[in-house]
């Protein structure tokens, strides 16, 4: 029973204390938050929820509360890694209880206590303590063992762990099942016709036969589409709730990398010195390396293909200390402490693979007579590697045929047996078949058991507090004296540095561009920052930052201005449509003939399956105005010039057949209701939000 071994679990008594406390103070913030309260007096707010203030104080006591679950949960305290996850658990808590819960509330949906209990131990049994209590080895649910927990329960001290867990799992229960009241409640008020459902019969059966004629948007050059301002307002003003959007920042940055100096690397090959004299008179390897090393596995067996990339074979004889050498950014120093037999061989090879292309005989026939042709040039002197680059048939193809080291067990049998067998290296004199086709191979390491203990220690070559002093001074030297972002550009532009640039940065963002996690920049840009405004130095891990904010857009619509360049192609293309539009209309005859009228760009297709749920035109695509023309029309009538999405059409209905009326359209209600309901859920909750005015300030605390 996963839930009672997590109700359970020892944690010690201190975490009781932590959750009681957890809990009270959660309590306590919904009795003492809100504006008019005396405690909150001069206190900022976190934002604002359904014209509700959310005050530091509430917002903190909700997280503590999620911190205790998270330790409940976990066995663990959060770490800082954690914690923005469990801030924005708190605020969607915030925004359940000022937002979602004042409207179940104003609905009058309630979950009595009886509720509760038939939740806990009634007919109709909560999820969680259903698969709780449900007996693993029968699948059933062993209802008298929730009373036998309940009545064990009643028997500890409040403040008992069993019980706070108790306690946290069922508060939870109520409010839950009266938002699924509620949901259900606006869900099942939304209902389908008949006539919508017959409309989505139609939608999906009726079929047109049409004849179109298409001119796309590139027939006309988008140096003969001149463009207005007045285009482009037109176009945003009709289109201008796509640009709805929250308040938003741009910044432009550069990064001074904290890295190594030559003087750090020399001072960690110089300490690695007294490791090199401490290996030499050590018996203790494993203790020795342990005592010194950075790395994770310091004393360990290793097989002549597992051993590190930067040791050569010929340095491996027992007693030899090699090193310090760089590899990467850290130094290691190895010491060969022994040299044993293993019971495990190993071997190198590289083949060339040749499938058949069926199991037929007369495929593998093919299959191996090509082998043996490879390897019969291969015998008189063609490069292995090339042959195996020309036509290998696996993965191995384009490293020259190089399996690298296996171990016995890791090849399939008779390629394992026709490697292990050889008594010296070079090509073998006989293609080897194995389930996957033909082998040509190249020994070149003979089979050896040879184990090599190694003791390692590395160090890691950081850099030290004189170079992160130096790196930190340079970043505040750039910050110094700045007033614009030209100057920034070209003080960038001095120094050496690279400007990079992040666009639309939310209040809500942890990253930035190419920064990575970098929320305290974030935070000074919605807390401190203005346009043309300098950042201070801020420290991100290997990198100090500076940063200049470069535009800011509030809350609301995005200005003209900002969606000009993704706007310009839509708009030019109603440009073209009207040049195209006049053009056509000045032609008559049929489309065949209006189309040579206008020239090689347009072209007249058909198509005899048209429905009007497709939205789209074969060879043309998404154009749902012209499949809905096309329906509009009467059979052997031809309609305007259509704007679309691609180009601009001109579509004749041959014929339109219309499906016959059915006496029942519950298959088409049945899944219009479905639909409806599979989105309501995230719709219901979404809706609230938008209305509920939520302002998020906690940039001005996390």
């Known amino acids: 029973m996963a839930f009672i071994g997590t109700l359970r679990s020892k944690m010690g008594t201190w975490v009781v204390i932590f ?46 509360e999620r911190e205790a679950n998270w330790y409940l949960n976990t066995g663990r305290e959060p770490g800082e890694r954690d914690m923005p996850s469990i801030r924005q658990q708190a605020w969607d808590l915030l925004i359940a209880r000022h937002a979602i819960q004042p409207q179940i509330n104003d609905a009058g949906v309630e979950v009595t206590e009886d509720e509760v209990w038939d939740m806990i131990q009634g007919k109709n ?153 401490e290996f030499k008179t050590s018996n203790e390897d494993s203790v020795t390396a342990s005592a010194n090393t950075e790395g994770q596995n310091p004393y360990a067996k290793y097989s002549i293909g597992s051993l590190p990339a930067f040791l050569t074979e010929g340095a491996l004889t027992e007693g030899n200390v090699i090193g310090p050498v760089l590899d990467g950014d850290t130094y290691k120093v190895v010491k060969v402490s022994k040299i044993a037999t293993d019971t495990v061989y190993s071997a190198r090879a590289k083949h060339i693979l040749i499938k058949w292309t069926d199991a037929s005989e007369a495929a593998k026939k093919e299959a191996k007579e090509k082998a043996n042709n490879i390897l019969k040039d291969i015998k008189g002197g063609a490069s292995f590697e090339a042959k195996a680059r020309e036509f290998g048939q696996d993965g191995t193809a384009s490293r020259g045929g190089d399996l690298g080291w296996f171990s016995a067990g890791q090849m399939v049998k008779p390629f394992q047996e026709a490697v292990f067998s050889a008594t010296k290296t070079g090509v073998l004199n006989n293609v080897v078949e194995t389930e996957f086709g033909y082998h040509l191979i190249d020994v070149t390491n003979t089979k050896t058991n040879k184990a090599y203990y190694l003791a390692i220690v590395e160090r890691q070559i950081l850099p030290s507090d004189a170079t992160t002093n130096e790196a930190f001074r340079k970043a505040e030297t750039f910050a110094a004296n700045i007033s614009s972002v030209k100057e920034f550009e070209e003080k960038a532009k001095q120094s050496g540095l690279t400007v990079l640039e992040a666009k639309n940065v939310n209040a809500g963002d942890r990253r930035i561009g190419t920064l990575g996690e970098a929320r305290q920049i974030v935070m000074w840009l919605f807390r401190d920052a203005s ?114 999405e691609n180009g601009v059409v001109i579509i004749e209905t041959i014929n339109k057949t219309i499906a016959p009326a059915l006496n029942d359209y519950n298959v088409y209600k049945t899944q219009l209701e479905q639909n409806n309901q599979n989105r309501s859920g995230y719709s219901i909750a979404e809706a609230i939000k938008e209305k509920s005015n939520i302002v998020d300030k906690r940039y001005k605390f996390f």
């Not at 009007?612 to 009538?637: D, M």
Request: zero cysteines; glycine letters at 6%.
């Open 19 to 64: 959750v009681f406390v957890a809990i009270t103070a959660f309590i306590l913030g919904d009795i003492f938050s809100g504006k008019s309260n005396i405690l909150n007096w001069g206190r900022n707010s976190v934002g604002e929820i359904g014209g509700k203030e959310v005050s530091y104080e509430e917002y903190q006591a909700v997280i503590r």
């Open 125 to 277: 049994v909560d999820q969680g303590v259903k698969s709780a209590f449900t007996n693993q080895q029968t699948g059933k649910f062993e209802a008298d063992k929730v009373v036998a927990y309940l009545n064990q329960l009643k028997s500890m001290p409040e403040t008992s762990e069993p019980r706070i867990r108790w306690e946290l799992f069922q508060r939870d229960l109520k409010p839950g099942r009266e938002r699924i009241k509620y949901e259900n409640l606006l869900i099942k008020s939304s209902y389908v016709t008949k006539a919508e459902a017959e409309r989505e019969y139609h939608l999906a059966t009726d079929v047109a036969e049409v004849k179109y004629l298409y001119v796309p948007y590139y027939a006309i050059s988008d140096s003969a589409a001149k463009v207005t301002d007045a285009d482009y307002e037109a176009f945003y003003n009709k289109n201008k709730e796509k640009y709805k959007t929250e308040a938003t920042r741009d910044i432009r940055y550069v990064s001074i990398p904290v890295v190594p100096s030559a003087d750090d690397s020399a001072a960690v090959n110089e300490d690695l010195a007294k490791v090199v004299n």
């Open 531 to 644: 346009v043309g405004k300098v950042s201070q130095v801020y420290d991100l891990q290997d990198q100090n930052v500076v940063a200049i904010m470069t535009k800011e857009v509030k809350k609301g619509y995005r200005p003209l201005e900002d969606v000009k360049d993704e706007i310009t192609v839509a708009v030019r293309n109603e440009v073209k449509s009207k040049i195209i539009t006049e053009k056509l209309n000045g032609l008559k005859g049929t489309l065949e003939e209006i189309a040579a009228g206008f020239g090689n760009d347009a072209n007249v297709y058909t198509s005899s399956d048209l429905r009007l749920n497709s939205n789209a035109l074969p060879t043309v695509g998404f154009e749902p105005q012209a499949v809905g023309a096309a329906f509009a029309l009467e059979n052997g009538k031809r309609s305007k010039p259509v704007t679309g």
